[in-house]
Each structure stands twice: as structure tokens, then as C-alpha cells.
């Protein structure tokens, strides 16, 4: 076979109210390439409870956000969501994002961008969710949550809910410019010259 064919879903608008389409798309990508690992990033966890049931027997991770985040001892995902996430049979990883840390101490400080302020940067050119896809196989993969090197289904989204998801190759931080987008399958294009015809 020297050629694949598949379908990108591009929504005219970015934000939550794609996160149903969007987890149904990405299941059913996920059964047809019959793929084991899934992330979903979620803030305050209403994205991972509804993918978590949905998911049910593959190999789940729910990303948070890291404590602090927001504020000083504040965590963004609710009791509720963090335990109907896990009882459904996923689990959660919540830890320092990959592209912020100690540089986005030093942004602060310093008023400077830093390394990883630019690896993000580059990457929202994609749009928001492909930056956080990313971002958020590293973190598993660091956290050995996932296997490196094995491909994976990445939702996540604008701010709240979910409007991205792909495949790619996840790799562990160290190796960063080995990770590889596989596929997109859905994801927002409000620029879209076809949303614009009338």
C-alpha cells in the first residue's frame, strides 16, 4: 500500500460545544485503528468524565492541569469528575505541564519568554488542542503512563471542552523532536475559506 485515506473534520467554530462530536470522532478512529493508549486533557475534569465510560477498556489517561495553576493550592478539577473518572477505570495524571514549569517562573520575573514559550507558540499556529496534544503525551509518557513510541489518540481543546483530536507517536521530553503527528482528525478552522461562502 503506498497510500492511506482519511477523513479531517474541521469545525467552523473553536470551543466546548464540539467536545460530544469530538469524542465520538475520536472513538471511532480510535476502533478502526484499533489503538489501546488515549489521552484526554481536561481542566475541571467535565471532558474526562464524559470520555472516561465512553473509553471503557482502553488504556486511559485524563490530564489535568497541576496544582497551582490557577492560584496557590488550587486545583481546577472537581471531586466529582476526579472520581467519576476513576470509576469508570481511568486514570488521571496530574503534573507540571511540559512547555511551562520553572520558564514560566522566569516569564513572570523577567518579563522574557523562554525555550518552551516558543515550542508552544509554534504549535498554536496548528490551533490551541494540537499544542496540548503534544504537551500532553510528554507529560505521560515522562510519568510513565504510556508507552513511548506507541501510537495514541489525543483529544483536547480551546480553553474548555474538547475540538482536537489525533494520533501521533508520543516520546518521552528528552526526546521531544522525535514525537510525530500521525493523523489529525478533527479540529477547528474558523479561517476556513469554505465556512466563509455564502
Known sequence: MSELTSNTVYFKEAGKMNTARTLELALDRARTLNLRQVLVASTNGDTGAMAAPMFKGFELVVVSHSTGFRGPNTQELTDANRSAILEAGAKILTCQHAFSGVARA???????????????????????????AAEMA?????????????????????????????????????NFFELQFLEIICLPAPGHPLFSRR
Not at 504510556?146 to 521530553?173: F, I
Open 106 to 132: 522566569v516569564r513572570k520575573k523577567m518579563n522574557t519568554y523562554q525555550l518552551e514559550d516558543y515550542i508552544a507558540f509554534t504549535l498554536r499556529m496548528f490551533g490551541q488542542g494540537m499544542k496540548v
Open 138 to 174: 510528554l507529560m505521560a509518557a515522562d510519568a510513565g503512563m504510556l508507552r513511548a513510541g506507541e501510537p495514541t489518540l489525543c483529544v483536547a481543546g480551546t480553553v474548555y471542552g474538547a475540538d482536537t483530536a489525533v494520533v501521533l507517536s508520543p516520546v518521552n521530553s528528552d
